[in-house]
């Protein structure tokens, strides 16, 4: 995984060379946020469901450092989310497009929904209706559907 880490903030990092020589070239600070979040934080979320759960801390701490140093250097907004809470975000969105779209491609890997029923008991409310797969591995713990099936689910 630190060689796909490396990969990308190698990549994004020729990128940011461009941003500045936008910058040099005289682009306004928002033309500039807007370049940098369009490429490079694209380029960092491309596939990130597939890949994210594969990641150590020391590599989403590696990012981050990153997307400090541009918003440092006033290359994107300092309102830009950690790298952490993006990952959340777009795993969340593809999720729940998953779960409300019978036709989607990745519904078929979900598991089948629950047996228990939830009128003969007072339980909280659960993320999704799904029955929990077995731990079988890290291999499959950090696949996408059973990272996000297991979310929430203290």
Known sequence: MKLLVLTKCTNVTIDNIGSRTLAFRGLCDAGLQTVFHSVIVAKLLYASSAWSGFTTADDRQRVNAFLRSGKRCGFCREDLPMFEELLDNRDEQLFNKIM?????????????????????????????????PQHTGRLTDCNFITRMLYRDSY
């Open 100 to 132: 409300n779209n019978t036709q989607h491609v990745l519904y078929s890997l979900l598991a089948p929904p629950s047996a228990a029923s939830p009128q003969h008991y007072q339980l909280r409310q659960r993320a999704h209706n799904r029955q929990l």
